[in-house]
Nanobody, 117 residues
Framework: QVQLVESGGGLVQTGGSLRLSCAASGRTFSSMAWFRQAPGEDREFVAHITWSWGSTDYADSVKGRFTISRYNAKNTVYLQMNSLKPEDTAVYYC????????????WGQGTQVTVSS
């Protein structure tokens, strides 16, 4: 059974930092990613990383502030978020897929990130 378990969300002031973690189990993946969904908004892509090569990609809105990384031995992906802004407030979801192409198939339950102004 595939499980993605996020942790690390919380309340932080503008300019602060948080690190999200996503622990994966049940199978191996080719790519993992973070998405977020603010109230009343569609879910949007934040960042992704390929498991083998560690190639990364980011949404323009977070480039230079967020860093996605992986720890293969723990099958865990991280999202380091610095210089947080109120517009980063959202539920953050971890996602994974077994192949590099196609949609993300597996999703975590989400973790709330709130940035106060």
């Amino acid at each position: 059974q595939v499980q993605l378990v996020e942790s690390g969300g919380g309340l932080v002031q503008t300019g602060g930092s948080l690190r999200l973690s996503c622990a994966a189990s049940g199978r191996t993946f080719s790519s993992m990613a973070w998405f977020r969904q603010a109230p009343g908004e569609d879910r949007e892509f934040v960042a992704h990383i390929t498991w083998s090569w560690g190639s990364t990609d980011y949404a323009d809105s977070v480039k230079g502030r967020f860093t996605i990384s992986r720890y293969n031995a723990k099958n865990t992906v991280y999202l380091q978020m610095n210089s947080l802004k109120p517009e980063d407030t959202a539920v953050y979801y971890c996602a994974a897929k077994p192949t590099l192409i196609g949609p993300y198939k597996y999703w975590g339950q989400g973790t709330q990130v709130t940035v106060s102004s």
